[in-house]
Nanobody, 121 residues
Framework: QVQLAESGGGLVQAGGSLRLSCAASGSIYKINGMGWYRQAPGEQRELVAVISRGGTITYAESVKGRFFISRDNAKNMVALQMNSLKPEDTAVYYC???????????????WGQGTQVTVSS
């Protein structure tokens, strides 16, 4: 019913930049919050940045001032600009969206398949 398609991961040297994008598609009535999470090997999945439909943003302390989240409500897209990347940013990054579909008034969290970001030192 709903798909989240991510793009933009890859390998970059420390200090470099990457931009992740995520597009939601399917039987969407409304998207509430959208965001990015990441999971490093052996670690729990953690919040990176989230943005509400109205534009309220929350960042993890570890990425403040380096990562910037944005969204386009008309295109059902969210992006994450990652600057000054560090080796500790290496992880699989997942797009998340809280969505109400056309079939029900309930909302559900949907996840992308994940995209690998590797930062070499």
């Amino acid at each position: 019913q709903v798909q989240l398609a991510e793009s933009g991961g890859g390998l970059v040297q420390a200090g470099g930049s990457l931009r992740l994008s995520c597009a939601a598609s399917g039987s969407i009535y409304k998207i509430n919050g959208m965001g990015w999470y990441r999971q490093a090997p052996g670690e729990q999945r953690e919040l990176v940045a989230v943005i509400s439909r109205g534009g309220t943003i929350t960042y993890a302390e570890s990425v403040k001032g380096r990562f910037f989240i944005s969204r386009d409500n008309a295109k059902n897209m969210v992006a994450l600009q990652m600057n000054s990347l560090k080796p500790e940013d290496t992880a699989v990054y997942y797009c998340n969206a809280n969505i109400r579909t056309v079939y029900t008034a309930q909302t559900y969290d949907y996840w992308g398949q994940g995209t690998q970001v590797t930062v070499s030192s």
